[in-house]
């Protein structure tokens, strides 16, 4: 546990070094949803029926920005493969360095949602559950991106191929995410849809970094 928090204070700090590359994803989450109000129009109940899907999408498409660098740094530095051969289980790196991906990216993002949120009229008892499903569904995505980032790591033009693998395994999230925030905004219990994004979370915690170990090792032979 020492070395797995190590290893996101170290990437936390990188980060805050690079701190551009989260604003680049906050400014494009917030630009982006608000081309839609011009798109459809400024009618109230229009942008309220379309709120949850529109930030779902958005801040997916937001955290797709920041996967390409999740290994990419390290693996040209040589830090990666120092990383395989320390002490530290490959898979727990894998885990603290998703943990500050989200901390950088995710968690900014729902900071950024509530004023979304207003843009688009929803309602407090929508803009809550919003918050708690996204709260569990963005590390969902980063935890899925990781094992894009790392089956893409040193081929050509691997920032065109994350999005190719990744978006096919990010439509459970968005579909439970949004479907919470539906329920919320029409009077129905979001707890299934939230039951369903814990459990996902649950079994990509579990999954993901193995599966994204493994493809770092092939990547590094």
């Known amino acids: ?48 029926l379309i709120a949850p899907g529109v930030i779902w999408v958005v801040a997916l498409l937001a955290v797709l920005l920041s996967l390409e660098r999740l290994f990419l740094a390290d693996f040209e530095d040589g830090s990666l493969e ?17 943990a500050a991906h989200w901390l950088t990216t995710g968690l900014p993002l729902i900071a950024a949602a509530p004023l979304l949120a207003v843009l688009f009229h929803m309602e407090p008892a929508g803009l809550l559950t919003l918050l708690l499903a996204m709260l569990v569904g963005t590390p969902i995505l980063s935890l899925i ?34 479907g919470a925030t539906e329920s919320a905004l029409s009077g129905l219990s979001a707890r299934p849809d939230l039951l369903l994004l814990g459990a996902l979370l649950l079994v990509m915690l579990l999954v993901a970094p ?7 090792r092939q990547a590094l032979e």
């Open 1 to 48: 546990m020492k070395g797995l928090v190590l290893m996101i204070g170290r990437d936390l700090r990188l980060a805050l070094r690079q701190s551009a590359d989260a604003w680049l994803a906050v400014l494009f989450f917030v630009l982006t949803a608000t081309l839609f109000p011009f798109g459809v129009g400024p009618e109230a109940a229009t942008l309220r």
């Open 82 to 98: 120092q990383l395989l051969l320390s002490p530290l289980p490959l898979e727990l790196a894998i885990l603290g360095k998703v």
């Open 145 to 178: 991106g990781a094992v894009g980032a790392a089956l893409t790591l040193g081929a050509r033009r691997g920032g065109v191929l994350i999005p190719l693998l990744v978006l096919p395994l990010y439509i459970p999230p968005l579909i439970f995410g949004v």
């Open 210 to 216: 193995l599966a994204a170990a493994a493809a770092l």
